[in-house]
């Protein structure tokens, strides 16, 4: 991989050209969810929480050469690649590839997808077993983004009036990009935040749980089950035989470090966070930064696991609750790690617009 980022490098620097940057912000309602459903008997699982919020915008920039020709199309969406279920036997991008040929075949130039805040998002149509639905949602999101920067002119565009003779007189108007163009303003930050853990499981606890998980995988695998109700019995046995090991050797840490990237590009900017958040925690940073346009991206700079809402740990479920035992941690992050997260997002972006 290292090579591989160096051969890109070089060849980025060869092919470098003045460009313009705008942006803009589309909505793509009905095709995802917010999945914290709620079920009779008071649990919540993974589903459709029709109360509860979800960020269905596609903020979108637009990188133009300054002759006019697209160079890139940079799109953000938050929800989780899964039109497609386990049942449909290849590897694919699932509703980003459709998106990104819809994109390029109508704009030009290269589009790259950025995943948004997708802690709590599914498609509203998922796990299919057939390929086809990722391709309709693919191209809804796609035809979103490029009719969010179509009038979107990166570059500063002045009116020429022409004299045109004929029978009678004629003016004509022609959109001319002026020479030069401006230049933009291009700044990058980072910071690196010690985010806080939950207290973990006492020793104790842990040991009774693996016991117990152990005897039921045993009778479980006796009577005959399969691979679905083997395998999230297996998920937590591994999990507590890996913490109960560690917590041995010393105190299990109580933070994880995550770090944040932002990076302005002219009148709008990108926002880079660790971990699955919440679509709540990306629609905040967006709607409070000062630029145009803002695409939140999740998943940057290391996949830390899931960042819950605080309103969301009373409910309980997968991602508050066990979802941290698949990342190796010994809790899941506390209720003010998003808070923590979206504050210093904030902060960062509004730095920037002020270093202008």
């Known amino acids: 991989m290292p090579y591989d980022f160096a051969s890109a490098t070089v060849k980025a620097t060869a092919r470098l050209k003045p460009v313009r ?11 995802a969810v917010n999945r914290r459903e709620r079920t009779s ?14 960020d269905e915008e596609v903020p979108t920039i ?7 020709e697209a160079i890139a199309t940079l799109v953000g969406f938050g929800c989780h690649p899964v039109s497609l279920g386990g049942e449909v036997p290849y590897s694919g ?36 077993d057939q390929p086809g639905p990722e391709i309709a949602m693919g191209h809804r999101l796609g035809l979103e983004a490029v009719h969010a920067v179509v009038d979107a002119e990166p570059r500063v565009i002045e009116i020429e009036r022409i004299a045109y003779g004929s029978v009678t007189p004629i003016a004509l108007y022609r959109k ?3 020479t030069p163009q401006p230049p933009q303003p291009i700044a990058t930050r980072r910071k690196v935040l010690d985010l806080p853990l939950n207290p973990p499981l006492t020793v104790a606890e842990m040991e009774r749980e693996l016991t117990e998980r152990r005897a039921d995988f045993a009778a479980k695998q006796g009577a005959g089950a399969g691979r679905e109700i083997l395998n999230p019995i297996g998920y937590h046995i591994s999990w507590l035989e890996l913490i109960i090991e560690l917590s041995k050797r010393g105190p299990l840490h109580t933070f994880i470090p995550g770090e944040i990237w932002a990076a302005r590009l002219g009148d709008v900017a990108v926002i880079g966070t660790p971990g699955e958040l919440f679509t ?24 830390l696991g899931y960042v819950s809402t605080r309103a969301e740990y009373p409910f ?7 979802a941290q035992r698949g990342y190796g941690h010994p809790a899941p992050f506390a209720p003010e790690a998003g808070e923590l997260i979206a504050a210093e997002c904030i902060e960062m972006l509004n730095d920037l617009h002020r270093s202008s």
């Not at 940057?21 to 095709?31: K, N, Q, W, Y």
């Not at 649990?43 to 109360?51: C, D, M, Y």
């Open 316 to 322: 309980g479920g997968y991602e508050p609750s066990v």
């Open 62 to 68: 637009r990188i133009d050469s300054h002759a006019g």
């Open 21 to 31: 940057i705008s942006g803009g912000t589309g909505t793509a309602p009905g095709i």
């Open 41 to 54: 008997d008071g649990r919540t699982i993974l589903g459709w929480n029709k109360e509860n919020f979800i």
């Open 176 to 178: 001319r990009a002026i």
């Open 280 to 303: 709540e925690i990306g629609y905040q940073v967006r709607k409070a930064s000062p630029f145009a346009t803002t695409i939140f991206a999740g998943y940057c700079q290391g996949v």
């Open 93 to 128: 991008s699932d509703f980003i590839g459709p998106l990104r040929n819809q994109v390029e075949l109508i704009r030009g130039g290269i589009c790259l997808f950025l995943q948004g805040a997708a802690g709590n998002v599914l498609p509203l149509e998922a796990f299919h």
